[in-house]
C-alpha cells in the first residue's frame, strides 16, 4: 500500500474550482483539512467547462457507451450527492425513440439496466406533456440531475462553510505552489496540458431555449443515429439541449450540430418548435486517449483529471478516492497511477 509523502493532517491546496475541484475541496474540507481552492477566473465561473455542463446524474443510462468504471463510480457519487446535497432532484430519466430509431432503442435497453420498460399510458402518467407522443419509453428511476450553474455556487459555499478558502483570480500551477507545506490536488483540466500532454478537448454543445408550453420533471433522451441527444428541464421555464460530442477544440456551436439539437426538442415535442432560444454555447471537456478519469500520485501533487463528459456524474467519487488515499494510503488501481 503506497504512502502519500506529506502527513495526512497536512494542508491543502486545489487549483481548480469546476465540479472536479469543488467536490475535492468539499470533501477535504469536512475532513478537517485547511483547504485552499484557487480558481484563474472569477466568481461567475463563465469561462469553466462546468459552466456548460449538463449536470446529469445519470450512471445507467451511461453504460450504454461507457466503461464499467463510470457505471461504478457514478452510482457511488449518486449516493454522495443525496448525503450532500438532499435537495437534488432524483426524479430519474427517460430513453424515447421514434419508430424509425426502434433498433437503436432496443439495443439501449438491452446494454443498460436499472430501467423499467412504460407503455405509452405509465409514459403520459409520469410526463403528461408528452402523452400521445412515443408508444413506449425506458424509465430510469434512480437517476437525477443537477444545473451546473446554481448548484457550483452552492458547493463553494459549502466549502467556504466547512472552513476552506477560495481564492478567485488566481492563476496558479502545481509547479506554484509545490514549495509550500501540504499537499497540491491539480483539477485544471486542459489547463494541465504543461504537466499531462495526452489531454485533449472533446467539444460539447448546448443549447438553452425558454418556453412554458412544455412541462417536464426529468430529463429525456431521445436515440439518434449519432448520439444520444437530450433535452433537460431547468427552472424558470427553461430546457437545456445537449450531448454532442465533436472531437474539436474550437468554440462555438456549429450549424449541423444546432439543427440537430433544436430538431430533437421538436421531436420530443412540437411546442418547443415555438420556444425562444436564449443561448448558444459549447465547452471543452478534458479527456485522456482512453476517455476514462485518473487520478495520478507524484509525491506530494495529485492530478485528477480526464472526467471527459462526466464530470458531475463522478467527480464526488473521485473526490473520495483521493481523501481516501491521502488519509489511509488506500489505492483505486482502476483509476489511480502512483509514479
Known amino acids: 500500500m503506497l504512502q502519500t509523502t506529506k502527513r495526512p493532517d497536512s494542508p491543502v491546496s486545489i487549483i481548480g474550482a469546476g465540479i472536479a475541484g469543488a467536490w475535492q475541496a468539499l470533501l477535504f474540507a469536512q475532513a ?6 484557487h480558481e484563474r477566473g472569477d466568481a461567475d465561473m463563465t469561462d469553466a467547462t462546468s459552466h456548460w455542463a449538463g449536470g446529469m446524474l445519470a450512471p445507467y443510462c451511461e453504460a450504454e457507451v461507457s466503461e464499467p468504471i463510470i457505471s461504478r463510480l457514478g452510482l457511488r457519487s449518486l449516493d454522495i450527492w443525496r448525503r450532500e446535497l438532499p435537495d437534488t432532484p432524483f426524479n430519474g430519466s427517460l430513453v424515447v425513440a421514434h419508430p424509425r430509431e426502434r433498433n437503436d432503442f432496443e439495443r439501449f435497453a438491452r446494454m443498460t439496466e436499472g430501467h423499467r420498460r412504460l407503455d405509452a399510458a405509465g409514459l403520459a402518467e409520469l410526463e403528461p406533456s408528452l402523452e400521445g407522443r412515443f408508444r413506449d419509453a425506458l424509465f430510469f428511476p434512480t437517476e437525477g440531475h443537477v444545473e451546473p ?5 452552492k458547493l463553494h459555499a459549502r466549502i467556504v462553510a466547512a472552513g476552506g ?22 483539477c485544471r ?10 489531454l485533449r478537448g472533446v467539444k460539447g454543445e448546448m443549447i438553452l431555449i425558454e418556453t412554458s408550453e412544455v412541462q417536464l420533471a426529468r430529463p429525456v433522451r431521445l436515440i439518434h443515429p449519432r448520439w444520444p441527444l437530450y ?10 439541449l445537449g450531448a454532442t460530442s465533436i472531437e474539436a477544440e474550437d468554440t462555438g456551436v456549429s450549424v449541423r450540430s444546432a439543427l440537430e439539437l ?26 485522456f486517449p482512453d476517455n476514462l478519469p485518473r487520478i495520478g500520485i507524484r509525491g506530494g501533487t495529485i492530478s485528477v483529471n480526464g472526467l ?22 488506500q489505492i483505486d488501481n482502476e483509476v489511480m497511477q502512483c509514479a
Open 262 to 287: 433544436l430538431g430533437a426538442a421538436y421531436a420530443v415535442h412540437p411546442a418547443f418548435g415555438e420556444a425562444r432560444i436564449v443561448e448558444f454555447g459549447s465547452g471543452l471537456r478534458p479527456a
Open 149 to 153: 450553474r446554481r448548484v457550483l455556487p
Open 231 to 240: 433535452v433537460i428541464p431547468r427552472e424558470d421555464n427553461l430546457f437545456m
Open 308 to 329: 471527459y463528459r462526466h464530470g458531475f456524474l463522478i467527480a464526488p467519487a473521485l473526490a473520495e478516492l483521493t481523501l481516501g488515499f491521502v488519509e489511509r494510503g
Open 32 to 37: 478537517g483539512h485547511a483547504v485552499t481552492l
Open 189 to 198: 483540466g486542459l489547463s494541465a496540458r504543461d504537466e499531462q500532454p495526452e
Open 165 to 186: 478558502t477560495i481564492k478567485f483570480d488566481s492563476d496558479v500551477t502545481a509547479q506554484d505552489l509545490q514549495g509550500l507545506d501540504g499537499i497540491v490536488i491539480d
